[in-house]
């Protein structure tokens, strides 16, 4: 069933509107009318099935008939923390850790960063990153869309590494550890009688790699280095990987 | 260090030779000059260091100094047989699967798959599949080149399913058996004495998925129906994380 993400506002006690391309979108193009189901979430856990009741010019207005029990989300909360890549490769890497799970998405700047923004065309990437992160996860039937961040700067990505139960940067020069040693080296499920998710960090470097120093100053904040495996993934990949590797060792592939 | 892979005919006992576009690379691209060093695999594991000697025309030839003993592949052979995707995402799956590690992608025709290749155009996107496996094996450092097959029946990948040590399908309707469930069913190390890696077969459906019929068919041949996590992966993204799970639980990726 479709699932659409609408702003917390939109939910009224018994209903939910939906507004502009999502409603374009249930009328026009999956062309469903009075009485049809839709699946409506306010991107924040809140997910409900719905009946749409009334069409009207932009809007739909859909009855609540429950909550949603099913959840979708993760046991662990990530945060990937990209170094802009080349190109519009930010566009399939939103995509694509949106899907696999990311809770949020931290673009940075680096030292070997190449591509540079201005003011304007920041602005206008961020917007296109959210709405394909908006996209993702209406398409992966997610409860969550992740937050896509402002652009850090590393210092920045530094000074956030301390909130995370475990943070980690991927290092090139890393040959020693790799990302499965550094998750089996603590708990990741939350305690009992904590509500909260352990919070994991992974940061990764753009086409050229960190510099020494930036990994001695991320390990020098608590990061530890890892690396993903034998062979050289492109930057664009290595999140993917990262987070295939968190879920599978917190249990979402099935398992012990 | 760039590496290249050149035909197995091309190595002779002390030297290798580098031809065509390779060549041009290495002159034009990388402006390499007289005993400059390279990496060059026959694209079957044997991988050399060797010293730039002489440069004519389209033909570099290179003194080989030694033989690699650092090998970048998994030790686990694994198959990811993908059903055709619309539009031009198989060029993505061979990319990303032979970056992180697969050995053979075998295309194939399923119940819902939608495109269709005349002989022609099927020859075209086979080799263009293939230049993109060379290159992306290059690019990730790999020992071996995977081989992109033929396009296969859904009765040619029922059968070689009995081929594999584990033959795995991801069928959307599982929601009891995770891929780690699967691996961690058989051992997937070599057994003592034996030279042959374990081979893992992950079969991947189009868009629309498989049929009911086409995964019990699967179930018969000894596949085992998996799942990927709670959330609805796109096609172009399933192999990336069976790849990522399997390499995570045979050691890639540090651990026990």
Redesign the interface.
Known sequence: MQRYFVPAEQFAANTVTIKDDDAHHIVKVMRQKIDDEIIVSNGNGHTVLAKISHIEGKEVTATIQYELED????NVEVWVAQSLPKGDKCETIVQ?CT???ADKIIPFQSVRTIVQYDQKKMHKRLERWRKIAKEAAE????DVIPEVTEIYSWKQILSIASEADLAMICYEKEDA????????RISLSAAVGESEKKKILIIIGPEGGFTEEEASQAEMEGCTS?????????TE?AG??AL??I???T??????
Do not use: F, N, P
Request: charged residues 30%; aromatic residues 4%; contains cysteine.
């Open positions: 959840k979708t989300e993760a694509k899907e696999l799970g398409q992966a039937h997610r550890v790799g990302i499965k040693d550094a998750l089996q890892i690396h993903l495996g034998k062979r050289i993934l492109r990949t993917m990987v295939s590797c879920y599978y060792e249990g979402e592939m099935g398992g012990k």
